[in-house]
């Protein structure tokens, strides 16, 4: 799970850089029609309070199509997972599955044991799923970097077809990468817009071909300015930037490779009701990709390419508390009071001035039981390592979903 976030960039780039951030069996139980499960009771927030008040406000505003929480499935307690998630109303699971580890040696050599556990623990417990599919195995990359995208977008279409095609119906959308404007997801030198347009291209064509129902999700980029320092083989490019070069690419090709944009806001240490470029604790201020709205920056690239009638899926938001990590000192301005009240309010924002916003996914679940204290990850998680509810867990649980 150790890997070189996109946060912890920051440590080299300063406040103007990055921001935030297998047996072939069927599975064994077999997956149920989804259904939401109730809203939960209405609980309202005050956006000026330290910590989540009750009462009222909140209920009037409209449902999203999807509250999900990002977890991590693979030999985890899924039960409770899945009973965590219901319990607080919220209706999405997402998982991110490493196509590496699921046809590891080569073409059509699939290994789903893990994988279908997961799909199985979703599809009982009624709630959707979206799968962020990342990280090509050996076989396909074609030379290219370790860990990076295939050097044939064809063998990415293969693959998601067949992922498509033994979920269908209990699968219900798939992301198509993840943050390929920075080196780590794509190999140093390599960061290219049009190729990550033709890989999203492939990628939809295999879903589609496996699942015409399933929902295509353009790989969210990670929230950054541009950065390349070459002795650290570190790259990215500035994400607003890298959406605009995604579009330009054959003419707007990129509008015929995905059903909705995935976006991750950053938090950092400033609430999401703030405006852009405005100052709160130690720093980590100042560049749009610092704060929760970068968002409306995203949407106004689509709108004015032709890309209006798309939503947008957050597929990523969470603020860190105090981080072992020194690169994330940011979190040691957020308690958890303000952990739990961010989160609802960047609901609310959303739910209020973001009508083009249908999904939105809290980074998350329970990784304080999948990596150690001393992991970036960690202090995101809202359960404790026993399960347990973090305050922002709870917050969220009582906030008002709104009634379809």
Known sequence: MRQLSRRRLLALTGAAGLAAACGDAAPSAAPQPTAAPPAAAALTTDPTAAAPAAAGGGAGLRRLDGYGFQAHMYNQDRRLVTERTTAAGFDWLKQQVEWRQTEPLERGGFDWRELDKVVSACSSAGLRLLLSVVRAPDWALGGGPEGGPPGDPLDFRDFMRALAERYRGHVQAYELWNEANLSREWGYGNVDAGAFVELMLAGRQGVKAGDPNAVTVGGALT??????????????????????????????????????????????????????????????????????????????????????????????????????????????????????????????????????????????????????????????????????????????????????
């Open 223 to 404: 929230p950054a300015g541009d950065v390349d320092i070459p002795d650290q083989q570190v790259q990215a490019v500035d994400d607003v930037r890298f959406l605009e070069q995604i579009y330009a690419y054959r003419g707007g090709l990129a509008r015929e490779a995905f059903d909705a944009w995935g976006v991750h806001p950053g938090g950092f240490n400033n609430a999401p009701t703030q405006a852009i470029g405005s100052a709160r604790g130690a720093g980590w201020n100042g560049h749009p990709s610092f704060y929760f709205q970068r968002y409306t920056q995203h949407r106004a690239v689509m709108e004015a390419n032709g890309d209006a009638n798309k939503p947008i899926w957050v597929t990523e938001m969470g603020w860190s508390t105090a981080n072992s990590d020194p690169s994330y000192g940011f979190g040691a301005d957020n308690s958890e009071a303000d952990q739990a009240q961010f989160l609802v309010d960047a609901f609310r924002q959303l739910r209020e001035t973001a009508p083009y916003v249908s999904h939105a996914f809290v980074w998350n679940l329970n990784f304080q039981s999948v990596v150690g204290p001393e992991d970036e990850k960690f202090p995101f998680g809202i359960l404790e390592p026993d399960g347990s509810p973090r305050p922002a867990y709870t917050a969220l649980k009582e906030m008002a979903k709104g009634v379809r």
